[in-house]
């Protein structure tokens, strides 16, 4: 048998004497293989890759490179070897041209620190044409969609001759088609000897794009076992350590009067003429692609974007000014899709970001706060939810898992005691057990007569949860289906229908 | 602090006149200017911003009141009167600035850097930077006279530093800077005022600048264009070495004191040794490198 390309033997690492890798063992066989890497939030695969890259140093244990024992001392170390990874969050300069991004550390042709920017495109250009983007190299960085963006990032890798790409969650930002894209290219860089870890909490992506697949599990790996021995559910039940019987647990609920009335919302290109309702006790999906203008018109509704034109119904009243002060105080919460951005305030405690919604409600005399019910609300709160946080006093958000996270921005609305909820993508990015666990909330929530709309590009969870799914394309909404019609292929046709006269939005 | 403490018996042991009662009590009406102006700033740091205007508001109040207080009347009322314009001027100015930055959506870096430049030329123009005299004996007292056997400045600042302290850290308004000065997005969509909140740090900022220079102006017995002019940066080390963060969010009232206190004892004691105010200003400097090292060291220690 051959080298392994890569081997990691008995890795271990602990943070502040919390062990978070225990003997971890991993293995990239052969030039060219991709190694699927699943598991929940805070399970340790970051903290892997951090110390693959050079990021983080390891307490003890080996890492090969080909045979050779690897000790990166820095990411540049880990970069000069040959070992490139891809985070979540892109790591680059949008206001350089593409050409520059990719030489960022080391431009080819340079001088004395001078730069030759005919070099440095030429060599670019080849190197994009690698991963199928035809672009100027001299152009700019923030005119580029995300999934352009993300690919720049795997050129990246090949401008620094990387043999090793780690890619951890790529897609969660693409759109399908994009998305489709870059597995292609995946494929053949596979196929030209390069090798890839990909870390995904899409089980589905991990098994149609990998060779093999590793489950790890609260810092230690499960098993490592080819994809052709796997399947979703063995996954699931080892990444979470016992078996989920269902997914996505839906509820009968019963539907009560409407509460929320949109009306001919208009906004530029992104909305045209949007008319809908929700009623107490549902739960209704908003499924769409990419740029379909989903978030936008949570938005526009939340006032937190201005409209054009349109009107919204607040159980019947006529809400003249909508801004997320007034809907706050009258009962309506709203999970943006970026809750490190949006949603959090990372730096600060878990506690006081419990509170932020509804501080007004803890108001005593002379505007103090009243910090003994602020303690108790939030301590219920973190009951309710199950969150785990060693101390919400002094626990940050930033340090929480992504699961964790989301719950405290659920965990927050909770507290304003909401009758319409809109979630913008409350899974993404969360584990499978955190996943079922926001699932029930919501499930709760509506039975307690609070109206949830509900938006995802992920159709599996909207079939799953909703009393009904709304599409929109084109910043229209092309079709409603009810919950005996739900279908992924129904779902993906009204979502690619395009509308070109406005009057058929209003079927 | 523990540096602060053991700077100050060292001070006080070797430092000849140190210990002089009215080096102390010097030390100590120095203390008050500079700790009312920083609690200001630090309002305005919450939100990552910086105000450059104090020291010009608090000239401008100081030459507008003393004109005030000298058109003649019960001397009484003309304090009144005086101490009610200086603070509305103070408030004033700190609203414009507010509006400048909220509204027509300047950094507060640019806008309160013009508006020093507008405060200033205004006061110098006005009187054509000459000192305005004569001001009415009730005004005086309140930078001179005593209260209960305690300096009226040490009163005022000690009032001063409870109300912001109360205000930063127990209110729902000061959950609302904090929550601002971390993420503007979050704050909006959790339903703080966020444009409302950071006017409101402006305010504080200028009517801070007005109490100060109503204090000043009284002990410097005059209205004078220039007042306190050469504070600025002193005010904005104090917050700094305080350990509120330059790019808010973080920061405390207590450590602002702190900090102002540290500078004054700081000037006042190396300026007794016979130290050069160039040495003095390096290791001001040094200082501020100090405080940012252990912030940096901190935030690396979190991880």
Redesign the interface.
């Known amino acids: 048998m051959d080298t392994p390309v890569l081997s990691l033997q008995q890795l271990n690492k602990s943070f502040s004497g919390v062990r978070v890798l225990k003997d971890v063992n991993l293995t990239l066989r052969r030039r060219g293989s991709i190694l699927g890497l699943v598991g929940e939030n805070g399970a340790g695969k970051s903290t892997m890759m951090n110390i693959l890259g050079g990021v983080l140093p390891r307490d003890s244990g080996e890492m090969l490179l080909e045979g050779r024992p690897y000790n990166p001392r820095s990411a540049v170390d880990a970069d000069r070897t040959g070992i490139a990874l891809i985070h979540q969050e892109l790591n680059l300069f949008l206001n350089m041209s593409i050409a520059e991004n990719l030489y960022l550390n080391g431009a080819p042709g340079s001088t004395l620190g001078l730069l030759s920017y005919r070099a440095m495109n030429s060599q670019a250009a080849g190197v994009l044409q690698r991963v199928g983007i035809d672009i100027n190299p001299a152009s700019l960085m923030e005119g580029l969609s995300m999934g352009l963006r993300q690919l720049i990032e795997v050129a990246k890798a090949l401008a620094k001759q990387a043999r090793i790409v780690v890619f951890d969650e790529p897609t969660t930002s693409l759109s399908d088609k994009e998305k489709r894209h870059l597995f292609s290219i995946i494929r053949e860089l596979s196929a030209t000897g390069i090798s890839m870890i990909y870390i995904s909490h899409t089980l589905d992506d991990v098994l149609a794009l990998c060779e093999e697949v590793a489950v790890i599990r609260d810092g230690s790996v499960m098993c490592q076992s080819p994809v052709s021995e796997m399947t979703k559910s063995t996954m699931i039940s080892l990444m979470v350590g016992r078996k989920l019987e269902q997914l996505f647990p839906f509820a009968e609920k019963q539907p009560a009067d409407t509460v929320l009335e949109v009306k001919g919302f208009r906004q530029g290109k992104t909305l045209k003429d949007i008319s809908f309702s929700l009623r107490g006790g549902e739960i209704v999906g908003l499924f769409g692609l990419m740029g379909a203008g989903r978030s936008e018109l949570a938005r526009a509704v939340y006032g937190v974007d201005p409209v054009d034109s349109g009107e919204v119904f607040f159980k019947g009243r006529l809400v003249r000014r909508p801004s997320p002060e007034w809907w706050i105080e009258n009962g309506m919460a709203y999970i943006t899709e970026n809750r490190r951005e949006e949603g959090l305030l990372m730096p600060k405690t878990v506690k006081e970001n419990l509170v932020l919604a509804s501080l007004r409600h803890f108001r005593k005399a002379f505007g103090a706060v009243d910090r003994r019910s602020e303690e108790r609300e939030s301590a219920s709160v973190i009951e309710q939810l199950a969150i785990k946080t060693f101390d919400k006093s002094r626990q940050t958000a930033q340090t929480l898992s992504g699961g964790n996270q989301q719950k405290v921005v659920i965990g927050k609305w909770l507290l304003t005691r909401p009758q319409v909820f809109i979630v913008d993508e409350p899974t993404r990015g969360v584990d499978v057990g955190a996943k079922f666990e926001i699932y029930n909330h919501l499930n709760e929530m509506a039975r307690e007569g609070c109206a949830i709309l509900f938006i995802s590009s992920e159709m599996e969870e909207l079939i799953g949860v909703c009393d009904r799914i709304m599409v929109m394309s084109n910043g229209a909404i092309s079709g409603e289906l009810t919950r005996a019609a739900f279908t992924q292929e129904a779902l993906l046709t009204l979502a690619i229908r395009s509308i070109t006269h406005e009057h058929f939005a209003t079927d | 602090m523990l540096f602060f403490v053991v700077f100050f018996l060292f001070s006080l042991l070797f430092v000849d006149k140190f210990a002089n009662p009215v080096n102390l009590l010097n030390i100590v009406v120095e203390c008050a200017d500079l700790i009312i102006l920083s609690c200001g700033m630090t309002f305005v740091f919450m939100n990552g911003g910086i105000d450059f205007s104090v020291t010009a508001t608090l000239g401008l109040g100081s030459v507008l009141g003393a004109k005030v207080m000298t058109m003649g009347g019960s001397p009484l009322v003309l304090t009144v009167l005086g101490v009610v314009v200086m603070l509305a001027i103070g408030v004033g100015l700190g609203a414009l600035n507010g509006v400048a930055i909220t509204r027509l959506r300047m950094p507060s870096f640019i806008a309160t850097m013009a508006t020093q430049l507008i405060f200033s030329g205004f006061a110098l123009w006005y009187t054509q930077s000459a000192t305005i005299g004569g001001l009415p004996a009730p005004f005086l007292s309140i930078g001179r006279g005593t209260l209960f056997g305690v300096q009226m400045p040490v009163f005022i600042t000690v009032i001063v530093v409870a109300i912001t302290a ?2 930063l850290h ?7 800077i ?2 601002v000065g ?2 503007h ?9 966020v444009k409302r909140t950071i006017f409101t740090l402006f305010l504080f900022s200028g009517g801070l600048a007005a109490i100060s220079g109503i204090i000043m102006t009284s002990r410097s017995a005059a209205g004078m264009p220039a007042l306190g002019k050469s504070m600025l940066m002193d005010i904005v080390a104090a917050v700094v070495i305080g350990g509120t963060a330059v790019t808010g ?2 920061g405390s009232i207590l450590g602002t004191v702190t900090g102002a206190i540290l500078i004054v004892v700081l000037n006042n004691s190396l300026n007794l040794l016979g130290i050069q105010w160039y040495v003095i200003n390096a290791l001001k400097g040094a200082m501020i490198v100090l405080v940012a090292l252990l912030g940096v060291l901190r935030t690396a220690g979190e ?1």
Do not use: C, E
């Open positions: 109360f205000v127990r209110t729902v308004l000061g959950r609302y904090f929550a971390t993420n997005r979050t704050s909006r969509i959790s339903g703080i005022p969010g973080k991880r």
